[in-house]
């Protein structure tokens, strides 16, 4: 089964960097797509960055030209650099996968990650 595992979250303080890993083992087939969610508290989940079919990268506006997003794809793995952190970016961030289902990646499925605690200190 196809299975994600994060890691790279902490605590750090504002104006610190972390940079987030997350590796995919399982796959029979490549990935399509690929983004980092983030739960802050109290908050619904939401889009952080994206990677889709066509290495076009794409981020939420409130975290552009601080974090990057890219992928290491002999290593299988998705990094988040996250720079200038702020105390709003507090949260968990979770990895999501869009697995292909076959060879072509006519279909594709998505899977996530359990996620990695943040915390930026003031």
């Known amino acids: 089964q196809v299975q994600l595992v994060e890691s790279g979250g902490g605590l750090v303080q504002a104006g610190g960097s972390l940079r987030l890993s997350c590796v995919v083992s399982g796959n029979e087939f490549g990935i399509h797509a690929m983004a980092w969610y983030r739960q802050a508290p109290g908050k619904q989940r939401e889009l952080i960055a994206g990677i889709n079919s066509v290495d076009y990268t794409n981020y939420a506006d409130s975290v552009l030209g601080r974090f990057t997003f890219s992928r290491d794809n002999a290593k299988n793995t998705v990094y988040l650099q996250m720079d200038s952190l702020k105390p709003e970016d507090t949260g968990v961030y979770y990895c999501?996968?869009?697995?292909?289902?076959?060879?072509?990646?006519?279909?594709?499925?998505?899977?996530w990650g359990k996620g990695t605690l943040v915390t930026v200190s003031s």
């Open positions: 999501n996968v869009d697995v292909c289902s076959t060879r072509s990646c006519g279909a594709s499925t998505p899977h």
